[in-house]
């Protein structure tokens, strides 16, 4: 089946750095990535659309400067957390659509915590 | 704007019973609509889809566009069937169907 990986699971960092967080499709090219944020307690919510050689598109209110968005490959999109502040703590979870089948179906990574001190 | 609901938090049934995760959707296009499902420590996962009209693993759930429900329903909960579920509404079209969640309903099915 298609699988997503999500790396790392989790990372801690100290407010003002920079975090990037990488979303895999292992078994089958995506041209389309989402990026989600989760709350504790809380459900998802997209943050945006990433799409493969083209700039990401942004739900509104989420800060494009602050979440940066790249998907160079059809298998690949990373989001980095630029300037990261305790605010930013939460978990971070990707999706990706297999474009070669035609049905569009979001596969789910496992999900990234991370934890700004 | 589009918001899915999902007014329970929190459903607790014995095996066997009846079980209905309610969902109600505003949205003023055509919706697609889906039920996930994440067990313990486990990722999201695609349960069933409207267009589908397909029964999985017990489950099924009916679109009422004069209601704009979409609930989910099982006629004998199993333990294994103790999950989060989100209802989520698609929006965009066959390309980057972005999803819209609810908040989540956690099934607990008691021995």
């Known amino acids: 089946g298609a699988v997503v990986s999500q790396h790392p699971s989790w990372v801690i960092c100290k407010s003002g750095t920079s975090v990037k967080i990488e979303c895999r499709s292992l078994d089958f090219q995506a041209t389309t990535m989402f990026w989600y944020r989760q709350f504790p307690k809380q459900s998802l919510m997209l943050m945006a659309t990433s799409n493969e050689g083209s700039k990401a598109t942004y739900e509104q209110g989420v800060e494009k400067d602050k979440f940066l968005i790249n998907h160079a490959s059809l298998t690949l999109s990373t989001l980095t957390v630029t300037s990261a502040h305790p605010e930013d703590s939460s978990f971070y979870i990707c999706?990706?659509?297999?474009?070669?089948?035609?049905?569009?179906?979001?596969?789910f990574g496992p999900g990234t915590r991370l934890t700004v001190t | 704007a589009q918001r899915v609901t999902q007014p329970e938090k929190l459903l607790s049934v014995f095996k066997g019973a009846p079980v209905e995760l309610k969902c109600n959707y505003s949205?003023?296009?055509?919706?697609?609509l889906f039920w996930y499902v994440q067990y313990s420590r486990q990722r999201l996962q695609l349960l069933l889809r409207h267009i589908s009209r397909e029964s999985i693993k017990g489950f099924t759930a009916d679109l009422n566009k004069g209601e704009t429900s979409f609930h989910l329903k099982k006629p004998f909960a199993q333990e294994e069937d103790s999950a989060m579920y989100y209802c989520a509404l698609g929006r965009g079209g066959a390309a980057g169907n972005k999803l819209t969640f609810g908040g989540g309903t956690r099934v607990l099915v008691k021995p």
């Open positions: 949205y003023s296009g055509s919706p697609e």
């Open positions: 999706s990706a659509c297999d474009s070669g089948t035609g049905v569009y179906e979001q596969y």
